[in-house]
């Protein structure tokens, strides 16, 4: 598969571009989805987002209600604070996802904006250093397996027409 953005070669649908950083949608994926779901890691991520804040905001009010509404009345059971409780845990816990989705989305980002400032300023990405030749003179050369058959086989003719004449 070819990149339509760089037009590098060999990239994997569904999946980054090597080279500039662009989502390669996997075409036939993307005609079955056609309206369900989003396409991009991106969209997904904004999509979690917005589901993690509503979280939040639906668990803190519900929290807050009923501590509110029973907090101080002798008439609240032990199960109304536990349930406000699990309340608080759940809007803390959808808290947390939701900084981690922020900066996951920045990461996806920055790393996006470096690899087209290298494709467009025509760098290449630093490649790890290659390894010097190695020194196999200390190493006595293996005969290979073929090494000389043609020699056996034309001699053993020979020896037959020797044997042949005396």
Do not use: H
């Not at 950083?21 to 993307?30: A, D, F």
């Not at 991106?42 to 905001?57: D, G, N, P, Y």
């Not at 690899?115 to 050369?141: C, H, I, K, M």
């Amino acid at each position: 598969m070819f990149c339509p953005a760089c037009g590098a070669e060999g990239q994997r649908a569904d999946a980054y571009c090597t080279r500039c950083g662009e989502w390669l949608p996997n075409i036939r994926s993307l005609a079955r989805r056609r309206g369900r779901g989003s396409s991009t890691p991106e969209e997904r991520i904004t999509k979690m987002l917005v589901f993690s804040a509503l979280s939040v905001a639906f668990g803190l009010f519900s929290a807050i209600a009923l501590y509110a509404t029973y907090l101080g009345s002798g008439d609240s059971k032990w199960s109304v604070y536990l349930a406000a409780a699990f309340c608080l845990v759940i809007a803390i816990y959808q808290a947390v996802n939701f900084f981690y989705a922020l900066e996951l989305r920045q990461r996806m980002k920055r790393g996006r904006n470096q690899s087209g400032r290298e494709v467009a300023s025509g760098e290449r990405q630093p490649t790890a250093p290659a390894l010097n030749p190695a020194d196999t003179s200390q190493f006595v050369p293996a005969s290979s397996v073929t090494d000389r058959t043609t020699e056996l086989l034309n001699s053993t003719p020979r020896m037959a027409e020797s044997n042949k004449e005396k």
